[in-house]
């Protein structure tokens, strides 16, 4: 399985929210006795009322503290985070905004508070709401006055916008490579079963014959045009909404452009309302998942009835599997029958954030934090199905006897036979019925129509002569359908080749 960065977040951050809980405890319990004990936390600002407490004469409540910390689940942005703070911090001393002494100490401060972060040292405090405060506030415990002076011209609405997007653009980029790698897998799989027979089914029932690499193509197409939708968010949110502040812009003399070089965005959101209250790029990925987690669902259903004794057309490796602990025969498909369920909860997302984002009036709302936690689920649901997929399917056992008998025993050519008889002159109409007669008297004496003489044949139409039974093996109705998106082997083989160039361009970052 491919080590991917964000799965070493994810364990991290699973670490160390347990850890942030219990600190937490201890902290509201006894303050001075945790601060002294983190000479890295942020001592001069136990609480985010350090940030805004002129205004206010009693501190908030200490439930409503909790209730509206996001801290929990949003310090996973600490890089993107730190990245657009050094951006900030470079933009506000190159326009004559901030001395170079004081850039130099916010950038040497940001390297210490990453590298305790990353050691498992840092303090992270519920009472410092959320990652930017306790980012900011352990800054200033390590840096002194120089540290408050970093939040000039900017607010922490067009702080968290920028962070998510800086998140939401790797995260797109490593779904994007593990979903490259499972299209790649399909494209070896497909090459290897290109000529292997199998039904092809319209309302589960046998219809005709296809290759099995010709439905395993289909899925293809499928994920790549999930591949193109995460292309597309990826490239529509990367643009930045630093400089917009709290709603309205500032009154310093920044330059947006050069944070927004210096964050790699490819262009600047243009209105400061619209940049700290857009979230349609959270809801594009979670659409995108939701479509994606689809198609998967489709697949681990096809899966999952292909390795009942009654299709038993595949096996999946023991390693995808699970036993009973009651029936000691059993072997389950539970790779595919978690990854169909999980659609449920990704669907589910996408709904909070449409329902989210409804009847919010401009600017920013707190309500917005409410975005984080059903997007960073779609992130890591979609890449661990994806992740879990790329390295199963390759995989794949294909029980070749079985899915042959089955194409042949549902009648399969019976479309074969017809459009033989419209060759020799008959109306398709009429091909029709004849050869529902044909196939009512196969269903009498248990024969499949390519089982038949040619004088039983003949006995529904006299147009039929001894060349037809090329047509009524399964090789022959597969082989016939030979043009671009037909089943033949040939035409297989064509798709693989186009289909490599399709997916080497499809995922363009911007
Ligand atoms: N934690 C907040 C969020 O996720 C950050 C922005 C807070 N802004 C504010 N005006 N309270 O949205």
Known sequence: MHASALFNQLVYDQYHSTHAYSSFMSQSKNPESQAAENSSSAESAASGEGMWGGRFSESTDEFVQEFTASVNFDKRMYRQDIRGSRAHATMLHRTGVLSKDDHDAIQGGLDAVIADIEAGRFNWSVALEDVHMNIEAALT??????????????????????????????????????????????????????????????????????????????????????????????????????????????????????????????????????????????????????????????????????????????????????????????????????????????????????????????????????????LFDSVDTLLGCLCAFADMLPAIEVHHEAMRSAAKAGFSTATDLADYLVRQGLAFRDAHEIVGEAVAFGLQHKLDLSEMTLEQLQGFSTHISDDVFKVLTLEGSVNARSHVGGTAPEAVEAAIKRAATRLNNTYKPN
């Open 141 to 374: 415990a390590r840096i002194g006055d120089a540290g408050k002076k970093l939040h000039t011209g900017r607010s922490r609405n067009d702080q968290v916008a920028t962070d998510i997007r800086l998140y939401m653009r790797d995260a797109c980029d490593e779904c994007a490579d593990q979903l490259i790698r499972l299209l790649n897998g399909l494209l070896v799989l497909a090459s290897r079963e290109k000529a292997s027979i199998m039904p092809g089914f319209t309302h589960l029932q046998t219809a005709q014959p296809v290759t099995f690499g010709h439905h395993v193509m289909a899925w293809f197409e499928m994920l790549l045009r999930d591949l193109e939708r995460l292309s597309d968010t990826r490239n529509r949110l990367n643009r930045s909404p630093l400089g917009a502040a709290a709603l309205a812009g500032t009154s310093y003399p920044i330059d947006r452009q050069i944070t927004q070089e210096l964050l790699g965005f490819n262009t600047l959101c243009e209105n400061s309302l619209d940049a700290v209250s857009d979230r349609d790029f959270a809801i594009e990925f979670c659409s995108a998942s939701a479509i994606s987690l689809m198609h998967l669902s489709r697949i681990a259903e096809e899966l999952v009835l292909w390795m009942s004794a009654q299709f038993k057309f595949i096996d999946l490796p023991d390693r995808f599997c699970t036993g009973s602990s009651i029936m000691p025969q059993k072997k389950n498909p539970d790779v595919p029958e978690l990854v169909r369920g999980k659609t449920g909860r990704v669907y589910g997302n996408l709904m909070s954030l449409l329902t989210l984002m409804k009847s919010q009036p401009l600017a920013y709302n707190k309500d917005n934090q409410e975005d984080k936690e059903p």
